[in-house]
T-cell receptor
């Protein structure tokens, strides 16, 4: 049962253009969402997160949008740079409210290639 | 500040053997989680520990066990290794009161 889905295995974007990575989830109990970037032979690097009480969060070139009614979130990267080429994972969790982070449920990832 | 560290980087074992993987969290982080990532998939949750107590367990067999030490470092043990245990094992830590987990570089386990 894949509760977090990234339906696009790969995406190719020209340098300077916008990259849009999509993620869908099925579990309505998820209330915290994160995006991670992963290079080969490295662990995932945290990029940006969003709580379910918001519909948008920005951090520099990265913006995450959340549509709770559609159970959909997206990561926008503007402008895209060659160094952004990596695998991007969407993750979701259900906050405990007890002070400790909850387990993350990941999608299968989208490989982004930014071309010159 | 140093990030999450894991050792060893790579490991090769044969079926039936046992393995121990180690993780040191970011300084000040008291929660450690373990994930398994097989090729082509996202990481799958194995265990979470906080203040030396197990706070969560994923859908993994009893061959998998873990513990957390007083200095908040952690070990993941896998007994009776199977070929299917070949994967990247990731450790993540988080600060109390926050929901973001930070990952280490992982340990690549190959079971022959």
């Amino acid at each position: 049962d894949q509760q977090v889905k990234q339906n696009s295995p790969s995406l190719s974007v020209q340098e300077g253009r916008i990259s849009i990575l999509n993620c869908d989830y099925t579990n309505s109990m998820f209330d915290y969402f994160l995006w991670y970037k992963k290079y080969p032979a490295e662990g995932p690097t945290f990029l940006i997160s969003i709580s379910s009480i918001k519909d948008k969060n920005e951090d520099g070139r990265f913006t995450v949008f959340l549509n709770k009614s559609a159970k959909h979130l997206s990561l926008h990267i503007v402008p895209s740079q060659p160094g952004d080429s990596a695998v991007y994972f969407c993750a979701a969790s259900r906050r405990r409210g007890t002070g400790t982070a909850s387990k993350l449920t990941f999608g299968t990832g989208t490989r982004l290639q930014v071309t010159l | 500040d140093a990030g999450v560290t894991q050792s060893p980087t790579h490991l090769i074992k044969t079926r039936g053997q046992q393995v121990t993987l180690r993780c040191s969290p970011i300084s000040g982080h008291k929660s450690v989680s373990w994930y398994q990532q097989v090729l082509g998939q996202g990481p799958q949750f194995i265990f979470q520990y906080y203040e030396k107590e197990e706070r969560g367990r994923g859908n993994f067999p009893d061959r998998f066990s873990a513990r957390q030490f007083p200095n908040y470092s952690s070990e993941l043990n896998v007994n009776a290794l199977l070929l299917g245990d070949s994967a990247l094992y990731l450790c993540a830590s988080s600060r109390q009161g926050t929901d973001t987990q930070y990952f280490g570089p992982g340990t690549r386990l190959t079971v022959l």
